[in-house]
């Protein structure tokens, strides 16, 4: 499954594998499944997308400075990838990755979304342990950031609530918007 969205937005979304019935049926990343509601509403509510519900690949949704990705591309059996599987499909996520713009923010899904991150930015999982809500600083001024995947498991339980999800995302606009302040103070000079 390709990338949703542009290769040098600077906010990329990684996911952990299309769904069987959304992703997989739509060709779209989180478009027609029950991870994608909650995922895009966050997205329109903060900027990124220019509607809060994703239908079906024509459904006119456009991303803004977003990009969606996932761990593994292709529809894993069971639903859950295996670890081959996440080891296979690395070299495309950091092919992914490799466009984020200097200040810019990944977002992890969940684990193995944060795991499969960190190792196709070269960096070791054990170093940056994933917890929802964590928040941390790579290369370039790029920072990664750690939710709950937004799964119908996770919103059901309610171990992953919009108030908490969008508590992520006010971190991340943060984020940007101290990016946008730092490109744009002009430096001064000493005599």
């Not at 478009?31 to 994703?54: K, N, R, W």
């Not at 292709?74 to 690395?90: D, F, T, V, Y």
């Not at 290369?139 to 908490?164: I, K, Q």
């Amino acid at each position: 499954m390709p990338p949703f969205g542009a290769p040098d937005a600077a906010l990329v979304v990684v996911g952990l594998a299309p769904g069987l019935r959304g992703a997989n049926a739509s060709g779209r990343p989180f478009t027609g499944d029950h991870a994608g509601i909650i995922l895009y509403e966050t997205l329109h509510a903060y900027g990124f997308a220019s509607q809060p519900v994703a239908t079906a690949r024509d459904d006119g949704l456009v991303l803004n400075d977003c990009r969606i990705t996932n761990a593994v591309k292709c529809l894993p059996p069971g639903n859950k990838p295996e670890p081959a599987e996440i080891r296979a499909c690395n070299g495309y996520l950091a092919a992914d990755l490799s466009a984020v713009p200097a200040g810019g923010a990944i977002l992890a899904l969940g684990r193995v979304a944060h795991d499969a991150t960190l190792r196709a930015l070269r960096l070791k999982p054990s170093a940056l342990p994933f917890a929802h809500g964590a928040r941390h600083p790579l290369a370039n001024g790029v920072v990664l950031f750690d939710s709950y995947h937004c799964s119908r498991y996770n919103t059901n339980t309610r171990r992953l609530t919009a108030p908490m999800f969008r508590a992520v995302f006010d971190q991340i606009a943060a984020h940007r918007r101290r990016e946008a302040r730092g490109r744009t103070t002009p430096s001064r000079q000493h005599a």
